[in-house]
């Protein structure tokens, strides 16, 4: 007769395993060695390993996390079965498919996380092309341009009648300072034109000097400031309100159709980082 020294019984000698706790029995104080027997595959190591593929086949990361509970189980019972259950290496691969699969997913989610917002509108690089001042500078030439039209009853044939100069000066009105008037400031063209009559209307785009712009600005008698990222914008761009603000840009988007009274109110009442010229 053999001894479990665990569940302190009794085994017959054909049996080399205790049939209630699994372990090894004793002969004379010694250990015998398991009986080969047929093992059968565990189910959960199975299952480990189909989950673990589903999660890079059918269901990208979702699947990876019952693969990983289900290899943990399938290698304790394996190893707890003295030998009765094999699937060690299936449950493992499931294991490693389950968790590089949720290590690709956090991946791929932070990727295009960050690359929506390196193209947020509200969320510009400062300093290195001058991206936050020619919102600014363009609503000041929008401005500018409604006060001339107010002023003389046609909208200016360039920004250079915009400079320097007195009120009452349709050749320099005064209304915006020598750089803009030149359409060059920050980094940025400013380009202006009438596509039609003088009191048609008119159109103002701001584009990046250099290569290291890469946003694009467009207004019109409207004074909505639209912007593209990569290309030219356009009357079909993007519109983004009130931008440029170092530190809220809350509502911004809400204020892109507002008139220019409503704009100048809500944006003097904010920390903008520039003024508008009366």
Not at 57 to 68: N, Q
């Amino acid at each position: 007769m053999g001894f479990c020294s665990s569940c302190e019984i009794d085994v017959q000698d054909d049996q080399s395993v205790c049939p209630q706790c699994s372990q090894l029995i004793e002969v004379g104080g010694q250990k015998l060695k398991p009986v080969p027997s047929e093992s059968e595959a565990d189910n959960y190591a199975t299952w480990s390993l189909i989950l673990g593929v589903a999660s890079w086949t059918i269901l990208p990361g979702i699947t990876g996390i019952p693969a990983i509970i289900l290899g943990h189980i399938a290698r304790t019972n394996i190893e707890q079965s003295a030998g009765r259950l094999r699937g060690n290496g299936a449950a493992i691969a499931g294991m490693i498919l389950g968790y590089s699969s949720i290590f690709a997913a956090v991946v791929a989610v932070l990727v295009v996380v960050g690359i929506r917002n390196s193209t947020r509108y509200d969320r510009w690089p400062r300093d290195i092309s001058g991206e936050t001042n020619p919102i600014a500078n363009m609503r000041i030439l929008n401005k500018a341009i409604a006060i001339y039209k107010d002023r003389f009853n046609i909208y200016p044939p360039s920004l250079l009648v915009l400079g320097p100069g007195s009120s009452n000066n349709a050749e320099a009105a005064g209304l915006v300072d020598d750089e803009l008037a030149h359409g060059r400031k920050g980094g940025y063209l400013f380009l202006y034109a009438r596509p039609g009559g003088p009191r048609d209307g008119y159109s103002l785009h701001a584009n990046p000097v250099t290569s290291i712009g890469r946003h694009y600005y467009y207004s019109d008698q409207s004074g909505v400031i639209r912007c593209s990222v990569g290309n030219e914008a356009g009357p079909e761009s993007e519109p983004i309100g009130v931008m440029a603000m170092e530190n809220d840009a809350a509502g911004c988007d809400s204020m892109a159709s507002m008139s220019f009274s409503a704009v100048r109110n809500r944006c003097l009442s904010l920390p903008c980082g520039f003024s508008f010229i009366e």
